[in-house]
């Protein structure tokens, strides 16, 4: 497809519930981002993929949260036994040099 | 580690108005500054960028200036229109590394 594309667009999880993320990157983007935007906030860095090898996961919050990109194309997200601090809308973006394109994002919302 | 700090919102201005939002930057070394816009019901689109000190980048009538003696990188827009309503978001990206640090984000409105 022509930009980076997310999946669900919305997604309502129950307080404990297990939930992935999927994130399709611009094709042939070689670095992939996972960002966590709370309301009324800027998005903070969770992680960072470069093709199949995870670079850097200093920003994921805690051992519940993972990522991965196994063919270096398309990521997951997953967050084990969701809790209400988790919801937010999660984006994801790709880049090839020093410029990200952004996906429209997943809101999470946890009750 | 890396910061930004953006000018608190919201901004309310008519049409045709100067348009100014502050954003100043604490990093170590050679950062890359960038404004990020987000139009309602939209992603992230990259606005405008520089890669060094004097650099100026523009896009869409608007323009910033990195400025490292004063550490900022202020957006600007000489007449805004009421289709550049959007939330702005100021960010920079270290030094070989390409993750962005973001502000908290300006919403503006404008009107008519």
């Known amino acids: 497809g022509a930009g980076v594309s997310q999946s669900p667009r919305y997604k309502v999880a129950k307080r404990g519930q297990d939930v992935a993320l999927r994130c399709d990157p611009i094709?042939?983007?070689?670095?992939l981002f996972w960002y966590q935007q709370a309301l009324g906030q800027g998005p903070e860095f969770l992680t960072y993929?470069?093709?199949?090898?995870?670079?850097?996961k200093s920003g994921l919050p805690s051992d519940r949260f993972f990522a991965e990109r196994p063919e270096g194309s398309v990521s997951t997200l997953k967050i084990q036994r969701t809790q209400q601090e988790d919801s937010a809308v999660y984006l994801c973006?790709?880049?090839?040099?020093?410029?990200?394109?952004f996906g429209p994002g997943t809101r999470l919302t946890v009750l | 580690g890396n910061s930004v700090t953006q000018m608190e919102g919201p901004v309310t201005l008519s049409e045709e108005a100067f348009l100014t939002i502050n954003c100043t930057y604490t990093?170590?070394?050679?950062?890359?500054l960038f404004w990020y816009v987000q139009y309602p019901g939209e992603g992230l689109q990259l606005l405008l960028k520089?890669?060094?000190?004097?650099d100026k980048g523009s896009n869409k009538g608007f323009e910033a200036t990195y400025r490292k003696e004063t550490t900022s990188f202020h957006l600007e827009k000489g007449s805004v229109q009421v289709s550049d309503s959007a939330v702005y978001f100021c960010?920079?990206?270290?030094?070989?590394?390409?993750?962005?640090?973001f502000g908290t984000g300006t919403r503006l409105t404008i009107i008519p």
């Open positions: 973006a790709s880049s090839l040099g020093r410029i990200q394109y």
């Open positions: 094709s042939g983007h070689v670095s």
């Open positions: 993929f470069q093709n199949e090898a995870q670079l850097d």
């Open positions: 990093a170590t070394g050679y950062p890359s």
């Open positions: 520089a890669t060094k000190a004097d």
């Open positions: 960010a920079l990206s270290g030094t070989g590394n390409e993750k962005l640090t």
